[in-house]
């Protein structure tokens, strides 16, 4: 199921849900779909930030929105696919798949001091 269906049928809903409430809604609704926190946080940032999609924001309290979703353009669908099985969890490591063994290793340590390093420095060690 894609995130254009999940729109679908937040739309047909109708309701004003906040973060908590779709998570559990949508589980509960679709439970072999993997509904996680994280790909709910990130349809109600494409809710929110989408030229594609018209929401009605209230806010609860002060950093906490419910959502209601009133449209959604089809085209929206064509940046809505579903993750193929076996995807690369993080694609913007998808390069170290064609390198030898110790060239990842170096670069997964220089990201990891770049990690540490970055809170105090604010920049690349490189």
Do not use: W
Not at 2 to 23: C, K, M, P, S, V
Not at 39 to 64: D, G, H, M, W
Not at 97 to 102: F, I
């Amino acid at each position: 199921m894609t995130n254009y269906d999940l729109i679908q049928f937040l739309i047909a809903d109708g309701g004003f849900y906040i973060r908590d409430e779709h998570i559990s809604m949508l589980q509960e609704k679709f439970p072999d779909e993997g509904i996680t926190p994280e790909r709910i946080s990130n349809l109600r940032f494409s809710l929110t930030s989408s030229p594609y999609v018209q929401c009605e924001i209230t806010y609860v309290k002060a950093n906490i929105r419910a959502l209601k979703v009133l449209s959604v353009d089809p085209l929206y669908q064509r940046y809505a696919r579903k993750k193929p099985r076996g995807a690369i969890a993080k694609l913007t490591d998808s390069y170290l798949l064609s390198e030898p063994p110790e060239v990842v290793r170096r670069i997964q340590l220089m990201q990891l001091f770049n990690q540490l390093l970055a809170p105090v420095t604010h920049q690349r060690a490189y």
